[in-house]
């Protein structure tokens, strides 16, 4: 679902951003406005990071090779990641740079002057309808979150930077149309070039806001609380495992979770019953969080004195090791 949805909500942003561009581009032509370049610069900006979202997700559906032995999931972040730099530097600091030159030389708009302000209100017609995509295909993924968090916690990348690029496209237009507005009123191409540095400021903070989540999903994620509590009570439900020793759990892309346990097993008489235990919990994980598609469970035997010494194994089977302050030997380190 939110695959689908996001390529639907990149190609209705795309369509609307290139015609967008062409109107705007026509409309700085005939009456040198800055904030119709800022504009129009910021719609070519905009098709690209569409584009740009586009190769990153036909790129991430390649097989997993030797090389990438779990696949390319995580590659829609990284084109996400490029679309808040292109959006930084070709967006924002292209409109702030052409607000200070504006305001060194101010100049009003005297001829076609009904041009900008028709193109404004039609581009602002034209961004509602993919902003109301955006919407719409978030929807069915965001449940009951607010759309703070909605964007902050998705994990697929596509939806979150289309709803922040068509946002921060409709009050684009509105400050062009103020700085428009204002300059064909009083005659002062001041009023230009404050739009068009409102323009400039909007933009950077939104891609400040997108490099900043497109990190964290970069860095790698967990899975989220609810999932975690789902995936805690489909390993322990069962007579297979006596308690979790410890887990952990990563996004391997927006759809596919890995999720790796040292679970603490009662004594078997054989392997073929240990093996069977172990897929009964794996299909109880998958059945209750269907992106768990990498699982990884290594069987141990709880131990309390261990549990007390807090090494994280938790098992009397950890082999021992000496610390490094006082020489005595102590169960093994998280992760031996």
Same mark, same amino acid.
């Given at each position: 679902?939110?695959?689908?949805?996001?390529?639907?909500?990149?190609?209705?942003?795309?369509?609307?951003?290139?015609?967008?561009?062409?109107?705007?581009?026509?409309?700085?032509?005939?009456?040198?406005?800055?904030?119709?370049?800022?504009?129009?610069?910021?719609?070519?900006?905009?098709?690209?990071?569409?584009?740009?979202?586009?190769?990153?997700?036909?790129?991430?559906?390649?097989?997993?090779?030797?090389?990438?032995?779990?696949?390319?999931?995580?590659?829609?972040?990284?084109?996400?990641?490029?679309?808040?730099?292109?959006?930084?530097?070709?967006?924002?600091?292209?409109?702030?740079?052409?607000?200070?030159?504006?305001?060194?030389?101010?100049?009003?708009?005297?001829?076609?002057?009904?041009?900008?302000?028709?193109?404004?209100?039609?581009?602002?017609?034209?961004?509602?309808?993919?902003?109301? @995509?955006?919407?719409?295909?978030?929807?069915?993924?965001?449940?009951?979150?607010?759309?703070?968090?909605?964007?902050?916690?998705?994990?697929?990348?596509?939806?979150?930077?289309?709803?922040?690029?068509?946002?921060?496209?409709?009050?684009?237009?509105?400050?062009?149309?103020?700085?428009?507005?204002? @300059?064909?009123?009083?005659?002062?191409?001041?009023?230009?070039?404050?739009?068009?540095?409102?323009?400039?400021?909007?933009?950077?903070?939104?891609?400040?806001?997108?490099?900043?989540? @497109?990190?964290?999903?970069?860095?790698?994620?967990?899975?989220?609380?609810?999932?975690?509590?789902?995936?805690?009570?489909?390993?322990?439900?069962?007579?297979?495992?006596?308690?979790?020793?410890?887990?952990?759990?990563?996004?391997?892309?927006?759809?596919?979770?890995?999720?790796?346990?040292?679970?603490?097993?009662?004594?078997?008489?054989?392997?073929?019953?240990?093996?069977?235990?172990?897929?009964?919990?794996?299909?109880?994980?998958?059945?209750?969080?269907?992106?768990?598609?990498?699982?990884?469970?290594?069987?141990?035997?709880?131990?309390?004195?261990?549990?007390?010494?807090?090494?994280?194994?938790?098992?009397?089977?950890?082999?021992?090791?000496?610390?490094?302050? @006082?020489?005595?030997?102590?169960?093994?380190?998280?992760?031996?």
């Amino acid at each position: 679902m939110s695959a689908n949805g996001g390529t639907k909500a990149i190609i209705a942003a795309l369509a609307a951003n290139i015609g967008i561009a062409v109107t705007k581009f026509i409309a700085f032509l005939l009456t040198g406005s800055s904030s119709m370049l800022a504009e129009s610069i910021h719609s070519v900006a905009d098709s690209g990071n569409q584009g740009l979202l586009l190769l990153g997700g036909r790129r991430a559906k390649r097989e997993a090779t030797p090389e990438h032995p779990f696949g390319y999931g995580r590659e829609r972040y990284i084109y996400a990641f490029i679309v808040a730099i292109v959006l930084f530097s070709v967006g924002g600091l292209f409109a702030l740079y052409e607000a200070y030159h504006k305001a060194q030389h101010p100049e009003p708009i005297t001829s076609w002057q009904w041009v900008p302000v028709t193109v404004l209100v039609i581009a602002i017609g034209m961004e509602s309808f993919s902003f109301r @995509t955006a919407i719409k295909e978030s929807n069915h993924i965001r449940g009951s979150q607010s759309w703070v968090r909605f964007i902050r916690r998705a994990k697929a990348p596509e939806l979150p930077v289309v709803l922040l690029e068509d946002f921060g496209a409709l009050v684009g237009l509105v400050f062009a149309l103020f700085g428009v507005g204002m @300059t064909l009123i009083t005659g002062d191409g001041i009023w230009d070039a404050a739009g068009t540095a409102m323009i400039g400021v909007l933009l950077v903070i939104i891609a400040i806001t997108l490099a900043i989540e @497109t990190k964290s999903l970069l860095l790698g994620e967990g899975a989220e609380r609810h999932d975690l509590a789902k995936i805690e009570r489909a390993v322990t439900e069962g007579p297979e495992v006596e308690r979790i020793i410890h887990m952990k759990t990563l996004y391997l892309g927006p759809e596919e979770l890995m999720v790796a346990a040292k679970i603490a097993v009662p004594a078997c008489e054989s392997a073929e019953e240990l093996a069977r235990g172990i897929n009964a919990v794996e299909a109880r994980i998958r059945a209750a969080v269907p992106i768990a598609r990498v699982i990884y469970l290594e069987p141990d035997i709880y131990s309390a004195a261990a549990d007390r010494a807090g090494t994280g194994q938790a098992a009397h089977t950890a082999v021992p090791q000496p610390d490094a302050d @006082t020489g005595d030997e102590v169960a093994g380190r998280p992760g031996s």
